[in-house]
């Protein structure tokens, strides 16, 4: 259901299978159940879900990488999520398993300014792909091999890699990953100077980004389409940035109402408002743009 867009459907029978894998007694089997629950929220740009279900998931034993790592690095924390996703990287032992880790590895080395290592992962990755000859780590290990590609400003291999990639995940059915490919298309279309084709890349990952709910590649899409720049936060008030940090702390309007000593009324209008200026529909849309323009709280 994950694999092919339908996150709601995934999200309601997984908390399902939470619930019976913890009564009467709790299984161990719950911790995979956990995991998944936390990846979809993540997908959403349900950050603060997420991350309590990641740590369900690491209680009952399920180790919470790689999702845990992309989600530190969706959270700003680069450094920390390169530490953890080396860790897991040296320490898989199952073939599927890693390449996963692999995928994620390759990413947050990359954004993380070590092209050196998201190359060596790739390479691994591609490597792995052929000794298990799986259509999904196929298409992981081109979608690598084609960011490398692009991060070393090498766009036109970049275009062949990318749209192996497209295709394979196309076969597979699998619409977010195909969003994320056509993201990567078009900043290779970019590189090249080709805009016109670049932005309607943007457009289409777009679309199908607002169509899954994926909220946090949605922001991003959405910057990139509009030139590459994430859009500014001047039009904001004070206050409207406070109430956005509080939204991406996860607090109802009732508990922001009470943090800053205003009506609920209040708060539900700086919500709207902020969801009128910056162009957003949602809280988890609001909480993605928090992250990306680095307007979170620290944590205490």
Excluded at 198 to 209: C, N
Excluded at 211 to 218: E, F, I, K, T, V
Excluded at 251 to 268: D, G
């Amino acid at each position: 259901m994950q694999l092919q867009g339908a996150w709601q459907d995934a999200l309601d029978e997984v908390q399902h299978v939470c619930e019976r894998l913890s009564q009467p007694s709790v299984r161990p089997a719950v911790g995979a159940a956990f995991y998944q629950q936390a990846e979809l929220y993540r997908l959403r740009g349900e950050f603060e879900r997420a991350e309590e279900s990641y740590q369900q998931a690491s209680q009952w034993g399920r180790r919470p990488e790689p999702g845990l790592a992309l989600l530190r690095l969706v959270q700003g924390q680069t450094e920390t999520a390169a530490k953890t996703i080396r860790l897991a990287v040296e320490e898989a032992a199952d073939p599927p398993s890693r390449g996963r880790l692999l995928s994620a590895y390759v990413e947050i080395m990359l954004a993380a300014g070590d092209v050196d290592a998201g190359r060596k992962g790739a390479s691994d990755l591609a490597t792995l792909a052929a000794q298990l000859d799986a259509p999904m780590l196929h298409a992981l290990a081109a979608a690598a091999n084609g960011a490398v590609q692009l991060s070393e400003g090498n766009a036109r291999d970049a275009l062949s890699s990318l749209r192996r990639a497209w295709t394979l995940w196309q076969e597979l059915n699998a619409p977010y990953e195909v969003a994320r490919i056509r993201v990567s298309i078009g900043q290779a279309y970019r590189q090249l100077g080709d805009e016109n084709s670049a932005v309607m890349e943007f457009e289409a990952a777009r679309w199908t980004f607002q169509q899954l709910g994926a909220m946090a590649d949605l922001v991003r899409a959405e910057a990139d389409s509009a030139g590459g720049s994430l859009r500014s936060s001047d039009g904001l008030t004070e206050r409207e940035i406070e109430v956005l940090q509080l939204i991406a702390s996860g607090k109802t309007n009732r508990a922001i109402a009470a943090e800053l000593v205003i009506s609920q009324k209040t708060v539900a209008r700086h919500v709207s408002n902020i969801f009128t200026k910056l162009g957003l529909s949602s809280r988890a849309a609001a909480t993605a743009y928090a992250y990306e323009h680095g307007l979170t709280r620290a944590s205490t």
